[in-house]
């Protein structure tokens, strides 16, 4: 069983990316060479910040993450204890 993980990128705009991955610092690095493999959202975003990883028991919690308002996410990033009540889980 593969462990996933959901994080969250701030952009250099201060704009919040959620993603899913396996291995957070090589998908991190992916993005920040801006090559085929990153998002196209990030590209010309920089510099990127990792500033959330959260161990995922599935993928459903990066779609839960992603429909959080701005706020919700802010929340998260500084108290990552409360995923459960942030995310609703």
Request: hydrophobic share 35%.
């Amino acid at each position: 069983m593969m462990n996933w993980y959901v994080y969250i990128i701030r952009c250099g705009d201060g704009t919040l990316y959620t993603g899913i991955s396996t291995d957070v610092e090589r998908r991190l690095v992916e993005h920040q060479e801006g090559g085929p493999k990153a998002s196209r959202c990030l590209r010309g975003r920089g510099p990127l910040q990792l500033m959330l990883k959260l161990h995922a028991c599935d993928r459903a919690l990066e779609r839960r993450i992603k429909r959080l308002p701005r706020a919700q996410k802010d929340a998260l990033i500084q108290h990552p204890e409360t995923m459960h009540k942030i995310v609703g889980l």
